[in-house]
């Protein structure tokens, strides 16, 4: 997906046990919106704005991610997990849905890093 063309990416990471987490990355209103359940009670985080440089980074950090290792995660009712993830990523005609089990492939865990 090229960089110039993404417009949202958003993240959710759930437990079994009354806790999840979503962070939505609004590409074209350079804002980050973060919420939770924790114990069963939502929780909003302040939303966080990005500069044109984290803006940039994150784009270009989206492009280089292997997308396809999404596609190649276990559905979640084949496999019993204390923790579900899902990725939506929506870009100008292209969007990726992504479920899986446990967690996030790696090469993720770069991406996280550069989150404001």
């Known amino acids: 997906m090229d960089a110039k063309k993404l417009k949202q990416l958003e993240i959710r990471i759930s437990g079994t046990v009354g806790t999840s987490y979503r962070t939505i990355i609004d590409f074209d209103k350079n804002c980050i919106l973060r919420s939770g359940i924790i114990n069963d009670e939502k929780v909003d985080f302040i939303p966080s704005t990005l500069n044109e440089l984290e803006n940039n980074r994150l784009r270009e950090k989206l492009t280089f991610l292997n997308v396809n290792t999404l596609r190649n995660e276990e559905r979640p009712d084949r496999i019993q997990s204390d923790l579900y993830w899902q990725v939506v990523i929506t870009g100008e005609g292209e969007n990726l849905q992504a479920v ?7 090469e993720w865990g770069n991406f996280f890093r550069l989150l404001p």
């Open 100 to 106: 899986g089990v446990d967690q996030l492939p790696r």
